[in-house]
T-cell receptor, first 112, second 111 residues
Framework: DAGVIQSPRHEVTEMGQEVTLRCKPI?????LFWYRQTMMRGLELLIY????????DSGMPEDRFSAKMPNASFSTLKIQPSEPRDSAVYFC??????????FGPGTRLTVL | GESVGLHLPTLSVQEGDNSIINCAYS??????FIWYKQESGKGPQFIID?????DKRQGQRVTVLLNKTVKHLSLQIAATQPGDSAVYFC??????????FGQGTRLTINP
């Protein structure tokens, strides 16, 4: 199994641009989580899905952030418009219920 | 617990010694706890987990202890190796869904 796949691994963009981060979960995992990691705030849960349905998006910072899971094998996290304070590493993680979450390698986002 | 700032607690041990990393969790209703290891440039990697109906669980070279009375979790690593150098996070959750991560502890193994 290839594990959780995230793309791109690195993204550098300018303030105001749209950014789309992608995640392919482990096959058979029905829950998917988006996290953000910064030095100041550590690992924060942004949103999670069960069976492709968003369950809790209370961690999404503001309306500029949106996430979708159109099917069981793909999810996106979009930031529009991006701002320098969005610079962070964004992780996707997946699991089956009552088991540990497996994390992807992350996308390092830099907004100039 | 929540991450509160820039500086991670650090622990330095000699190669071959045992290390103990501690974590205080916040929610007495949490029923599942996980330790993750994060190496530089990588995502958190599962080490070991424990459910609230247990107070100890052992893996290969690692042991997790859970004290629900004082809401304390610890990770013991036996005979540390250079590859154990990383940041270690505890996480608490109800039903393995909404994980809440601690701030992390940076473990450095000295040769």
């Amino acid at each position: 199994d290839a594990g959780v796949i995230q793309s791109p691994r690195h993204e550098v963009t300018e303030m105001g641009q749209e950014v789309t981060l992608r995640c392919k979960p482990i096959s058979g995992h029905n829950s998917l989580f988006w996290y953000r990691q910064t030095m100041m705030r550590g690992l924060e849960l942004l949103i999670y899905f069960n069976n492709n349905v968003p369950i809790d998006d209370s961690g999404m910072p503001e309306d500029r952030f949106s996430a979708k899971m159109p099917n069981a094998s793909f999810s996106t996290l979009k930031i529009q418009p991006s701002e320098p304070r969005d610079s962070a590493v964004y992780f996707c993680a997946t699991n089956t219920r009552y088991n540990e979450q497996f994390f992807g390698p992350g996308t390092r986002l830099t907004v100039l | 617990g929540e991450s509160v700032g820039l500086h991670l607690p650090t622990l330095s041990v000699q190669e071959g010694d045992n290390s103990i990393i501690n974590c205080a969790y916040s929610n007495s209703a949490s029923d599942y706890f996980i330790w993750y290891k994060q190496e530089s440039g990588k995502g958190p990697q599962f080490i070991i987990d424990i459910r609230s109906n247990m107070d100890k669980r052992q893996g290969q070279r690692v042991t997790v202890l859970l004290n629900k009375t004082v809401k304390h979790l610890s990770l013991q690593i036996a005979a540390t190796q250079p590859g154990d150098s990383a940041v270690y996070f505890c996480a608490e959750t109800q039903g393995a869904q909404k994980l809440v991560f601690g701030q992390g502890t940076r473990l450095t193994i000295n040769p």
